[in-house]
């Protein structure tokens, strides 16, 4: 073999071989070629069956396992000979050479390949006898019957794995022979069989092993579990199957069996649906009752339930088309056939892959296949139903689901990737919305694939003047025009509201508040035709928003919205011109008035006759009335005019006490709201407006177009627009005023707060016991029976007792998750309390130094003994520290004394007994010498917790002896002649030596316990009042104590509770640190490592102290050990935002599941006996009972959906070698992904997509457990969606809680779980809630002052803000938080998100819409919360703002949010739009605020109007117009929306932290942050409703402590905030020059403070905020990175990261639409006001105002550009040409220096104008600039393309050089630099850190 070949061979063996997963269950390293079979060969699971044998017999017999490689070649070759398939070349060619190697290896010779069978064989029976395969069940069995637990995995761990490997290779060995020969001896043919039977339970299974039985998982010995397996078997009913069906031997044929023959269904999608079956019905059957065991049955009852439910949807789509449902009588249909239609049903939903978002659909699909169904169980014989069946069998997918999926994508294809208009084509909603008419009928049984329904649209042209497709099918009922309009279309009763409220005041103010005059009422009455106008734009808005589905949508929706248009033109124009006309009639003198009077008829009857059915149609306590009247046509009609009916969103009404509730919210805002503005918006205004009306001709400055003739229109205008913005905005700021307040309320009532400090856990601890008795512990039965039930002691010893294991677990999570140290997990952990002394045992970290405070108490007192008794007792803990060490004491010395030893001690304590009983302790005994007793006692304790040696035996009698001396001379005061006897005795046995000659050393655990925990007692001196000191675990006890005394549900026992499923949607993301990423160093020199130490770092000394290291160890030490270092890498990897982590939180559900079922282990006939028994609180061992885990499995499921598991698989990525690692490590733990798998047909390579479910087997790989095919590409629409979908088939449960991969849990939160399951079924209003809203910690606040900002942001809103839109608003959706689902509802319903291109970006909130249209209902709880990550970065916030704020765009345009608008009831609605959409349109109205203000003041002092009429404002001392034109925007409104965040902090942290956070996040400039948060939302979601262009976006979820390159901020922010923020401070600067403001300098700095200080926060926040902003070195590093970036071309392929060319084409790239770009010319004219306003004022024109003045400033432009397109000619013409370039250039230059100079010197022009005249063309070619940018295609058709792109770069350079200037300035001095370390990382320092270590850099690593 050449040296080539070898080393090539080398390298494929150590590709294949490499090490992937770390250890297998066994310890051992996992390698070899298994595991990485190509996906097109893994339909043949042989193959990698087959090499994981090989690789574990390889050292035993290297020719055997050659055979099997050899074996599994030829399985491959015969799968793929021409190895076509996606790796199968690389697969075959490593594989060979893996066997070459074998052969290299062997002895000399050539090998006899007729002897492999024989060596086969021979290995076989070799291999049994080696393993002892005879013994190994029956040791395993006996194990688990004894129940002996030893080591982490225990014993019995190590058996079964043994055990299921050593099976597992015979099974493969077996397999092989046999398909290598048919000639196997009879003996070992059985002995195979034998073996093969013992490996059922090998056959992968997910939670029940259905097909495959085994002892080992207790889960199929539960009654209800057997009762729901029997439910399903073959009735009598069914038709026979044919002979040939394949069932598998270890179970009996079920009704499922038949619905897979019948329709073709994949054997795995049945085997899932199966186990789906079963568990719901064998849950429901837990909630009624537990079956009997003898006999285990379903109940009708539970079927009942889970048919209900399941079928729901259905049975409703069924009566709204008005269609009869496939069985003629629900009574009539049994219990079998109940639970054969749901099985139906989840055969189809689960089989469905897409089409799993069109529920109707499927109701559509479920009612014909049942039809179908019931034709065929007439027949005798069962029959393959003619719907699924074709040429090639039969199968469900191909006939039913993929025709439909076909179409889809074909649409889903034409949406350009989301660039197309939403219009052009259908989405999800479409195609389900075409469900909601009987016109689907049409599509018939099987497919009319004819339809136009299925009619595939042409593909999108290119052409952008052509880029509609051909022939396609229109929208369905609703299209998404991208249009700001959809605001008033959705919200339009708002608008119309708000407008008729503000024309209202304005009467009146108007009026002088003159109500009573003929004249108020004539105007008044004008809001008539207002409300009659508004309608009809209504209903315009209804026909243009139509457009598009006007083919497709149903006769009558398109009848009605024409009649409403025709309806309301009528209306509009009859009562406008009634209005009219009656007025002029009404003004003339004497008139009659008969036209006004009719007018004040029409109108009267119509508003009553419009409020009279807003109150039937809105008000819910007369739905019921209105439902009954719909039985009248004219009221059908009326109703149906009014309201649009769809299949969702009928019945959106509450109870009434909810309605009033949400109505009174609502009166108080409104009342709030319109008071300030006609007291402080509207009347002051009156006056100044009457003034510049009536104002007779003022003198402008430039050229007056418009309000010259038109009483100043203009200047009226921009008074009263900030004032109209202002008035549009100001009710988003009540609410948000209000919803503090009563969410503060709220949440004082539910009782957050109360325990806010470790000092309030230590006082109240000794209620905690009762209070989670009464909430978390499931409620117990009346307990008079008990024989201690009459002493209070008891039952408080009782409670503690079944408290202490929940408290002791949790402190021992602390403890490994390295918050606590040992010492302190030793004085938070808390006794049994099972033991005989009578009274509680506290935790010692309540009684720590209580002894000697009571000591000293004792000792200097003088008082008597109920006065010393009294002192001691004020302090509660120390009480129980004496009456402990009192009662400790006794119980001790009397188990280790024996004879006359127990004598005294008995002697000695009835002594003390009555001298307590006489008041005379401190008569008869000397407590002064209190101090020696205990140092005696501390003396014999110290010795008797060490283990018994000869030595310490002596010791312990001295000690004693000492005490008996010290107690008897030294102690006792009493007289002792009454018990002389006694004493003498004693004294005799002292001086004999026979006193204590021998102790009974302790030897029970419990004995052992006490000695200790008094030992400990007696020598904790220092204080533990602050303890824990790590703060957060401070903040989880402190929650978890207070959550105790909330108002929760009681607990069900654990066998009775809900189940539900755990869903994680991960993509991509960092699943574990590798040690390189660890110790990587960034630019600064600073490792992740590194980093986490200084953050953490008393974590980092508890974890080196977990795995027995030093604390000062060094990092490096512990790369020795390979365990350490998989230590380290999960210890770094809890502290950031990796799957890791939240694996490891949602993993505690199932921990505190097995320990509640542990501790509940018990028959419900003799509850009290078995919870009193001295094991009721034992939970050694717990995590390794079978019957915990299999309860726990029962109830509870974990799903991570990791899209592309089976791609990194492939291509070997560290994330699914990760993936494998945590399922080894999580039993429980399953991974869904999508197998993109390439298989041969006909000589092509075809892709198939696979959805598979798989967990960790015992090799340290991952096993199949279920492999679904689908149709095609699941991702038709957005990714997350749709990753979730093809998973939660796999999902189990009556709940599903979704968890994004940066989430966190607790164990003590945890233990709430089944409390907030409840929930389910408590009252929460008129409707059962869907979704549980869920509490969240965000986690992330301590890593730098932004994250802390962002941190309260966020917790403002998922706390106080989630409780108030809950309760009372009933308006809470579902915001990608933690919260719990009801899964059946849902996945009945369309799933738990949308995922249609684009408009469900953000897929979250979705959910709530859909569920809230559905007849859902949304509750929020508080009680129990989940951790959360969070972006801390700057960039990474605002990339993630974005995103939310383009997600909200996308919203706006939606039918979810105008279905809502239209059909909430008023206040409902109004709670719904400013907490959704109107939320980010008042922040973009913010914004817009400031331009309307600052435009009018420029158009004020630009056209002279504004010095005009403060000059006459003096003259006539008009005070009222001053005030408005100075002072009308000092309302600011950014301290306002901070109360929510402030009343939160008091709630929950106390009026003095809340103003400390308030004052240090104002300190560190949060301010300036929230500003620019500002500016981030008003930008995106203004684009994204202009333009579109709204995508994921990942933001990334690591720790930001590096430096941000200025080039990157710049290209981040450019267009979204430098830009506006320099047109402001262009507008500011306008302003300053040329207004007029008699306050002089303090005037205009109160008028423009807020909007210099948004200004600048726009400009500069981006370099405040970032680390090493300010550092010389990185600014001169940054300023030549982005001169690189700004001058480099690029070309093809290059990235916006590396060229501003390409960056600009992307930053263009929104700009697709005609009407985009007619928008975007638009906005841009008003940068030509400037130059219009300038001209006019300088000194060169004098007072001429004519358009010449302007005609020639625009020649001296053109001018200016012509210089300029000279001066940046391109160079790269001809060499001959450069010398003439460069005269010609010279020659301008000299040209324009001499004629300037020529112009200032000989005409009137200025230095000031010159300036001036910069000012002026600035923005004018910017204005140029974005609508040249906007008409990019016809600026290229021109050839202009070029200069507008150099005229951008100019653009571009001087604004970033403006920015970059007062960086380099402030860099100069080294103060700023540490003054803003200091500011960003405030947080770390008060934590005693040096963050200056991380950001300094110079290799911090080394030195450490």
């Known amino acids: 073999m050449s040296r080539v070949e070898d080393l090539w061979e080398r390298l494929v063996r150590a590709a294949l071989r490499r090490e992937r997963t770390g250890k297998d269950a066994l310890g051992q390293p996992v390698s070899g070629i298994a595991g990485y079979v190509p996906s097109s060969l893994a339909n043949n699971r042989d193959i990698d069956a087959i090499l994981r044998a090989a690789d574990e017999i390889q050292e035993e017999d290297p020719n055997v396992s050659r055979i099997l490689c050899e074996h599994a070649y030829s399985l491959a070759q015969n799968l793929d000979p021409n190895s076509e398939g996606r790796g199968v070349l690389q697969f075959k060619t490593g594989l ?138 073959y009735f009598g009913d069914l038709p026979r199957l044919p002979e040939d069906f394949p069932i598998p031997p270890s179970r009996n044929i079920d009704m499922l069996d038949f619905l897979h023959f019948v329709f073709g269904f994949q054997k795995d999608n049945v085997s899932n649906q199966r186990e789906h079956i079963v568990l719901l019905l064998a849950n429901e059957q837990s909630r009624l009752g537990i079956p009997d065991e003898n006999e285990p049955k379903l109940g009708e009852a539970a079927v009942q339930r889970v048919f209900m439910k399941s079928l729901d949807n259905y049975i409703k789509w069924c009566d709204y088309l008005c269609i009869q449902p496939v069985w003629s009588s629900l009574e009539a249909v049994g219990k079998e056939k109940k639970i054969l239609f749901v099985s139906l049903y989840l055969l189809i939903w689960g089989e469905a892959a897409n089409i799993r978002f069109l529920p109707e659909c499927l109701c559509y699909i479920f009612h014909h296949m049942a039809r179908e169904m019931d034709e065929i169980l007439r027949q005798q014989t069962a029959q393959p139903a003619n719907s699924c069946t074709s040429e090639n069998g039969v199968s469900f997918l191909d006939q039913v689901i993929t025709p439909l999926y076909g179409v889809v994508a074909a649409e889903a294809a034409n949406n350009d990737n989301g660039r197309a208009p939403h219009s052009a084509w259908r989405n999800y909603d479409d195609f389900n919305e075409y469900f909601w008419s009987l016109h689907c009928f049409e599509l018939s049984w099987p497919w009319r694939k004819s339809s136009s329904f299925f009619l595939k649209p042409a593909p999108r042209s290119k052409n952008l003047l052509n880029p509609g497709g051909g022939k396609r099918r229109g929208k369905t ?234 009483h100043h229109a203009l200047a009226v205008a921009s008074l009263w627009a900030p004032v109209i913005a202002i008035y549009l905005l100001d009710i988003y700021i009540f609410c948000t005023l209000m919803s503090a307040v009563y969410g503060f309320l709220l949440g004082a009532r539910d009782r957050l707060g109360e325990i806010r400090s470790v000092e309030a856990v230590h006082t109240r601890f000794k209620e905690f016991p009762q209070a989670f008795m009464y909430t978390l512990h499931f409620p117990r039965p009346n307990r008079t029976s008990h024989p201690s039930s009459g002493q209070a002691v008891e039952e408080k010893k009782f409670v503690a007792a079944r408290f202490s294991p929940f408290w002791n ?181 002292r001086t004999e030596g026979r006193l204590f000659s021998k102790l009974k050393w302790p030897k029970d655990a419990e004995l052992k316990a006490q000695v200790k925990r008094l030992h400990s007692l007696l020598t904790i001196k220092d204080s533990a009042s602050n303890i824990p000191r790590n703060l957060e675990a401070r903040r989880r006890l402190e929650f978890f104590t207070n959550s105790l005394f909330m108002d929760m549900p009681p607990a069900k026992p654990a066998r009775e509770m809900l189940s539900f499923c755990v869903f994680t949607p991960y993509y991509s993301e960092i699943v574990l640190y590798s040690m390189d990423e660890l110790l990587k160093k960034n630019e600064d020199g600073i490792s992740i490592l590194f980093y986490l130490q200084k953050i953490y770092p008393d974590e980092w000394k508890n974890f080196l102290s977990r795995i027995g290291r030093d604390e000062n160890s060094q990092d490096t030490e512990l790369f020795d050990s390979p365990s350490d270092i998989l230590e380290l890498r999960f210890w770094a990897s809890y502290r950031a935002q990796t799957l890791a982590r939240t694996v490891r939180g949602m993993m505690y559900y199932r921990k505190a599941l097995m320990l509640q079922a542990y501790l509940e282990r018990m028959t419900s006939g003799d509850t009290e006996a078995a919870l009193s028994s001295l094991d009721a609180t034992d939970t050694q061992g717990f995590e390794l009972s079978r019957e915990a885990r299999a309860h726990a499995d029962l109830k509870f499921t974990y799903v991570v ?209 859909n569920t809230t249209l559905r007849q859902g209902n949304v509750t929020h709880h508080e009680y129990i919360q989940v951790g959360k990550g969070r972006d801390v970065g700057l960039n990474q916030i605002a990339v993630f703002e974005g995103k939310v704020a383009g997600g909200n765009g996308e919203q706006v345009l939606s039918r979810d949010v105008y279905r809502l608008g239209q059909l909430f009831d008023f206040f409902r609605m109004m709670s719904f739009y400013f907490t959704t959409v109107g939320y980010y349109f008042c922040t973009m109205l913010t914004v817009l605020t400031v331009y309307a203000f600052l435009y009018g003041k420029t158009y004020l002092a630009l056209s002279g109007v504004g010095e005009e009429l403060q000059v006459r404002a003096q003259v006539t001392e008009n005070t009222a117009l001053t005030a408005a034109l100075n002072t009308q925007f000092l309302f600011q409104i950014g301290i306002f929306t901070a109360v929510p965040m402030v009343l939160g902090i008091i709630l929950e942290q106390g009026f003095l932290a809340a103003v400390v956070n308030f004052i240090t996040m104002q300190l560190q400039l949060c301010s300036v942050f929230f500003t620019f948060s500002l500016g981030t939302r008003t930008h995106y979601f203004g684009r994204t409703i202009l333009h579109g262009g709204a995508r994921y976006q990942a933001t990334g979820r690591g720790f930001v402590v590096r430096h941000i390159k200025f080039s990157e901020n710049y290209r981040l922010y450019s267009r979204s905030h430098f830009v506006k923020g320099l047109e402001v401070v262009l507008l500011l600067i306008v302003y300053i020059a040329y207004g007029y403001n008699e306050g002089g300098t303090l005037g205009y700095i109160l008028l423009s403070i807020s909007s210099w200080f948004m200004a600048l926060s726009w400009l500069f926040a981006p370099y405040l905020f970032n680390p090493s902003g300010f550092e ?53 004219l008003r940068f030509f006001i400037f130059q219009y306003g300038i001209v006019y004022k300088l000194n060169i024109q004098g007072s001429d105002t004519s358009l010449t003045v302007y005609g020639l400033s625009w020649v001296v432009f053109a001018v200016l550009i012509l210089l300029f397109k000279v001066f940046t000619f391109s160079q790269k013409i001809s060499v001959n040409f450069q010398l003439l370039l460069r005269f010609i250039q010279g020659l301008s230059l000299l040209v324009a220096l001499a004629g300037l100079s020529v112009a200032v010197a000989i005409t009137k022009l200025s230095i000031p104008d010159v300036f001036a005249c910069i000012l002026a063309f600035v923005p004018t070619g910017w204005g140029i600039l974005c609508i040249a940018s906007a008409w990019k295609p016809l600026m290229k058709k021109l050839g202009l393309w070029k200069s507008v792109r150099s005229i951008a770069r100019l653009y571009d350079a001087g604004m970033g050089m403006l920015i970059f200037i007062p960086i380099a300035m402030f860099s100069w001095f080294p103060f700023i630099s540490t003054f803003q370390t200091r500011l960003m990382f405030n947080q770390a320092f008060s934590r005693g850190l040096e963050i200056s270590l991380i950001l300094a850099g110079n290799n911090p690593n080394t030195e450490m």
């Open 1201 to 1409: 959906t990791s899209q592309i598991y089976g791609k990194q698989k492939e291509d070997q990525k560290p994330e699914a070698a990760d993936i494998a690692l945590l399922m080894q490590r999580n039993e429980a733990l399953r991974v869904a992904f999508i197998d993109d798998v390439e298989t041969l047909k006909d000589g092509k390579v075809h892709r198939e997509f696979y959805s598979k479910l798989v967990k960790g087997d015992i090799n340290g790989k991952d096993k199949e457990i279920y492999s679904i095919k689908l149709p095609g590409n699941p991702k038709l629409g957005e990714g997350k969606p749709e990753n979730q979908n093809h998973a939660v088939i796999f999902t189990r449960g009556n709940a599903i809680q979704t968890i994004d991969m940066n989430q966190d849990n607790y164990f003590e939160e945890a233990l709430k779980m089944r409390n907030l399951l409840e929930e389910f079924h408590a009252d929460h209003g008129i409707r059962p809630p869907t979704i549980l809203g869920v509490r969240e910690h965000v986690f992330t606040g301590s890593v730098s002052s932004l994250a802390s900002f962002m941190s309260s942001q966020e917790t403002s809103f998922v706390t106080l803000g989630q409780r108030v839109l809950a309760n009372p608003l009933k308006c809470r959706m579902h915001y990608g938080h933690p919260d719990v689902f009801d899964r059946v509802f849902h996945i009945t319903r369309g799933g738990i998100s949308k995922a249609s291109r684009v408009i469900n970006i953000s897929e979250d909130i979705y959910a709530g819409f």
């Open 1672 to 1724: 010389w070195q990185k600014v001169v590093e940054d300023f030549r990175d982005w001169t690189n970036w700004l001058f480099y071309r690029g070309g093809i392929g290059v990235k916006g990261e590396e060229s501003w060319e390409a960056w600009w084409d992307e930053e263009l790239s929104h700009i697709r639409t005609f009407s985009g770009r007619i928008a975007e010319t638009i906005l841009s």
């Open 477 to 710: 009922s609703f299209v998404e025009h991208r249009s700001f309009l959809h605001l008033y279309h959705s919200f339009h009763r708002l608008w119309i509201f708000l407008v008729m409220m503000f024309q209202g005041l304005a009467i009146i103010g108007f009026n002088d508040e003159n109500i009573n005059s003929r004249k108020f009422l004539r105007e008044v009455l004008s809001l008539g035709p207002t409300y009659v106008v508004m309608k009809f734009f209504e209903s315009v808005l209804d026909v243009l928003m139509m457009y598009g589905a006007y083919s497709t949508s149903r006769r009558l929706a398109v009848s009605r919205i024409f009649l409403r248009f025709i309806w309301f033109s009528f209306a509009s124009v009859f009562i406008t011109f009634l209005y009219v006309k009656g007025v002029q009639e009404d003004s003339k003198p004497n008139a009659r008035s008969i036209i006004f009077r009719l007018y004040v008829i029409v109108i009267g009857i119509y508003a009553g006759f419009q409020f009279f059915l807003s109150f039937l149609m809105r008000i819910p306590a007369c739905h019921r009335l209105t439902n009954q009247c719909d039985r009248w046509p004219l009221m059908r009609f009326i109703h149906w005019m009014r309201e649009e009916r769809y299949y969702v969103g009928r019945g959106l009404y509450e109870r009434s006490t909810d309605f009033i509730k949400y109505m009174l919210f609502w009166l108080v805002i409104l009342s709030g709201k319109f008071s300030f503005a006609y007291f402080l918006q509207i009347k002051p205004l009156v006056k100044p407006t009457r003034y510049i009306v009536d104002m007779d001709a003022v003198e402008y400055s430039w050229h007056d177009f418009v309000s010259r003739n038109n």
């Open 809 to 989: 677990e949790i402190i021992k999570n602390l403890r490994e998750e390295d918050y606590i140290t040992n010492l302190e997990m030793e004085l938070l952990l808390m006794p049994k309390n099972s033991g005989s002394l009578p009274l509680v045992q506290w935790p010692l970290f309540l009684l720590a130094s209580k002894i000697f405070y009571a000591k000293d108490i004792a000792v200097e007192s003088r008082d008597s003994q109920d006065e010393l008794w009294e002192r001691i007792s004020r302090d509660e803990y120390m009480k129980y520290a004496v009456e402990e060490f009192y009662h400790t004491l006794k119980f001790i010395l009397t188990e280790t004394l024996e004879a006359e030893g127990r004598m005294w001690v008995e002697r000695i304590y009835d002594d003390i007994n009555v001298s307590v009983e006489k008041r005379s302790i401190h008569v008869d005994f000397q407590l002064t010498k209190l101090p020696l007793v205990i140092s005696r006692v501390t003396a014999l304790m110290g010795v008797l917790k060490e283990a018994e040696t000869p030595v310490l035996q002596k010791g312990a009698v001295q000690a004693v002896q000492d005490l008996y001396d010290v107690v008897r001379h030294d102690v006792l005061s009493i007289n002792m002649r009454e018990n002389y006897e006694t004493w003498n005795l004693l004294s005799k046995a």
């Open 96 to 233: 060979m050479s893996v066997i070459k190697q074998k052969l290299a290896k062997r002895e000399v010779g050539t090998i006899d390949r007729s002897q492999d069978i024989t060596r086969l064989q021979e290995f076989y029976k070799r291999y049994r006898e080696k393993n002892s395969v005879d013994k190994l069940r029956e040791e395993e069995m006996l194990l688990r019957e004894s129940g002996v637990f030893s080591g982490r995995l225990g014993e019995l761990e190590r058996k079964t794995v043994k055990r299921k490997r050593v099976f597992a290779t015979l099974k493969v060995l077996g397999m092989v022979l046999e398909q290598l020969t048919q000639e196997i001896p009879e003996e070992l043919k059985q002995v195979i069989d034998s073996d093969a039977a013992m490996t059922d339970d090998l056959v992968a299974y997910n939670i029940v092993p259905l097909d495959a039985p085994t002892v080992a998982n207790a889960i199929v010995s539960f009654p209800e579990v057997q009762a729901a397996v029997s439910a399903l078997k």
